[in-house]
C-alpha cells in the first residue's frame, strides 16, 4: 500500500469484529514498530501481546472501571469544555465508550513498553525520567509505526493511555520487571468501523515560519 | 513509495546536502504530521519551520555547544557504557558530531512543539503535565509520520531533542508562548547520507506472549 494512502487513511479504531488475528501480521506490525528510532540507538522497547482470554477480561473490566470514573470526572469538572463542540467530539466519545464496553473481547491487546533499564542516563534509575521527551520518544514514534502497519494490513488499531489508571494491576498481570513502564495499550483487530481518509487542521492553521504566529505559506516556483 | 519499503529504509538522516528544499515538500511533511492521533482529537501540534540563515547560525551554536558539554557529561561518567560497544554506536556518535558542527548549515530546521493550552485536564496548567505519557503521546507520533514522510519524498531527517539544553534561548529567538513546549527539533534535507535498510534487535527479543518473558512467536498455521 502506498505510504501516503496509508497515512492519510489510518485512524482510531474502536470496534472490530471477532475474526483472530493471525501470528503472521502481529509479528509484521511488530517488526515495523522497531524500524523507529530510539535514544542512543538502544532500542528500549518490549511489546506484550494479549491473546489470553482470562487476561482480556481482567484488563476489560478494570478498563471499564477506568473509563466510567475518568467519564464522571469529566462531566462533573467539565474538562473537555474546550473541545466538546468541535465535529468529531461526540463520533469519538461514542467510540470509545463501545471501545471500553467491549475490550474484554477485542482479539489482541497490544501493551507497548519503555524499558528504564535501557535509557541510560535519561532514566534516574529510582523509576523516574531525568528526560521524559527524550524517553517517550524512545517508544511512541514505534507506537506510530506499529499502528500505521496495522493499517497498511487492513488491521484496525487506537492508541490508549487509560491503562495507567490502573497499571499496579497490570503489572502484576503482565509481569512486568520493575524497570518497565507500560507507556500504550493498543486494541487490534480486524475494524468493523471503516478506515479514514481523516479531517484535521490545515497545516496553515499549525505551521510557522521561523517564529510562532508568522504563518507558513508556499511560496509561488518552491 | 510503499508503506513498509519506507518504514524499513526510514533512518537518522545527519548529513545534508546544501541543495534548497522545496516549501510544497515541507508542507506535505506537515500534512502527514497531522494526520497522527491526539488526545482528545485536541490536535495539540504546532511546527515553526526554520529557515531563516541568522535563526539557524544561532541554534547551529547554540545545539554545538550542548553538544560539547554532553560529550563531556557522556565520557565522565561512562553514562553510554551499556551501548558503546554495539554495532551501531560509533557511526552514530561520528554521525551525531557531524550534525552538531554543521547543524547552522543544515537547509530547515523543524521545531514540533505540544501546545499545554490544548492538552485540557491533561496539562496540570501551571508548566507541568498531569499525564506525560497521554500528552508525548500527542506530538510523537506526529514526529515519526513527519520523519516517515520525508523519507517517502527522499529527504532526509532526524530526532534530536538536545535543544532541551538551550530551552530558554531557544523559545526566545522562536516567540514561543508560554504555554508552548519544543520537544523535537528536526533537521531537514536532502541527504548525503544514505537511507536504510536499518538494523534492529530481533522481534523474538523484544515481543512478550501474554506475559513479559514469556516468548512471543508465530504459531504454525496462523
Known amino acids: 500500500m502506498d505510504f501516503f494512502d496509508v497515512v492519510t487513511t489510518q485512524r482510531a479504531i474502536r470496534r472490530f469484529r471477532p475474526d483472530p488475528v493471525p501470528d503472521v501480521l502481529v509479528r509484521r506490525l511488530l517488526a515495523a514498530a522497531t524500524r523507529a528510532p530510539s ?3 538502544a532500542e528500549p522497547w518490549g511489546f506484550v501481546v494479549v491473546r489470553d482470554a482470562a487476561l482480556r477480561a481482567e484488563i476489560g473490566r478494570l478498563y471499564l472501571q477506568a473509563w466510567e470514573a475518568a467519564g464522571t470526572f469529566t462531566r462533573e469538572a467539565d474538562a473537555d469544555r474546550d ?3 468541535s465535529p468529531h467530539y461526540a463520533r469519538m466519545m461514542r ?17 507497548c513498553c519503555l524499558d528504564h533499564a535501557r535509557l541510560g542516563p535519561i532514566a534516574d534509575g529510582i523509576g523516574g525520567l531525568r528526560a ?6 524512545s517508544i511512541l514514534p514505534a507506537v506510530q509505526n506499529l499502528l500505521l502497519a496495522a493499517r497498511a494490513l487492513g488491521l484496525g488499531s487506537t492508541l490508549t493511555t ?10 502484576v498481570g503482565l509481569g512486568l520487571p520493575a524497570s518497565v513502564e507500560p507507556v500504550v495499550l493498543v486494541p487490534l483487530g ?4 471503516r478506515f479514514g481518509p481523516t479531517r484535521r487542521r490545515a497545516v496553515e ?7 510562532w504566529g508568522s504563518p507558513f505559506v508556499v511560496r509561488a516556483g518552491t
Request: cysteine-free; hydrophobic content about 50%; charged content about 25%.
Open 39 to 41: 535514544a542512543r540507538g
Open 83 to 85: 473541545v466538546k463542540e
Open 95 to 111: 467510540g470509545a465508550d463501545d471501545l471500553a464496553r467491549s475490550l474484554a473481547t477485542v482479539p489482541v491487546l497490544i501493551v
Open 132 to 137: 521524559p521527551g527524550a524517553a517517550y520518544a
Open 162 to 171: 487509560l491503562h495507567r489508571v490502573f497499571e499496579s494491576n497490570l503489572r
Open 190 to 193: 480486524f475494524p468493523l468501523d
Open 205 to 211: 492553521e499549525v505551521a510557522h515560519l521561523d517564529r
